[in-house]
C-alpha cells in the first residue's frame, strides 16, 4: 500500500509530465472511483454498517441512562440525526432535475424586435 501511495505521489511530482495531463488524470480517477462506488455499492454498505452500529450502541445507552432524562432525550435527538442521514448514492438517486434552474424553461415570453419598415420613396 505504501508503495502505491508513494507511486501515485512520485506522479504528481513529477514536472516532466504537464501539469493538464495531470490535472485530467486525476479529475478522471476522481469520476471513475465515484462511478464504480456508486454502482457497485461499496461505501453505502460500509455506510450502512457504521449506521446499524451507531444505532445499536445507542439503543444501548438508551437501557444503561433510562431513569436519567436528559441523557435519554440526547440520545434520542442523537438517534433521530443518525437515522434521517442518507448517503450521497440516496441523494443523487432522489435528485428532482426540475428543482434545477438551469433546466427550466423560462416563464416569460420572448421579447421580439419590432419590424421596421424603411418607407423612405424618393
Do not use: W
Not at 502505491?4 to 486525476?26: A, C, M, P, W, Y
Not at 453505502?44 to 432525550?73: F, G, M, P, R
Not at 443518525?82 to 426540475?98: E, G
Request: contains cysteine; glycine residues 0%.
Amino acid at each position: 500500500m505504501d508503495k502505491i501511495l508513494d507511486r501515485v505521489f512520485n506522479f504528481f511530482e513529477n514536472k516532466s509530465i504537464h501539469f493538464g495531463l495531470r490535472t485530467s488524470i486525476f479529475i478522471i480517477s476522481i469520476f471513475v472511483l465515484t462511478t464504480c462506488d456508486y454502482y457497485f455499492n461499496f461505501s453505502y454498505d460500509y455506510y450502512l454498517y457504521n449506521k446499524i452500529e451507531k444505532l445499536e450502541s445507542i439503543d444501548n445507552l438508551k437501557k444503561i441512562y433510562k431513569t436519567d432524562s436528559l441523557k435519554l432525550a440526547e440520545m434520542t435527538v442523537l438517534e433521530n440525526r443518525i437515522f434521517k442521514r442518507t448517503h450521497y448514492s440516496d441523494r443523487l438517486r432522489n435528485l428532482d432535475l426540475n428543482q434545477i434552474y438551469i433546466f427550466k424553461k423560462s416563464d416569460t415570453t420572448e421579447i421580439k424586435r419590432p419590424v421596421i419598415k424603411n418607407e423612405n420613396k424618393l
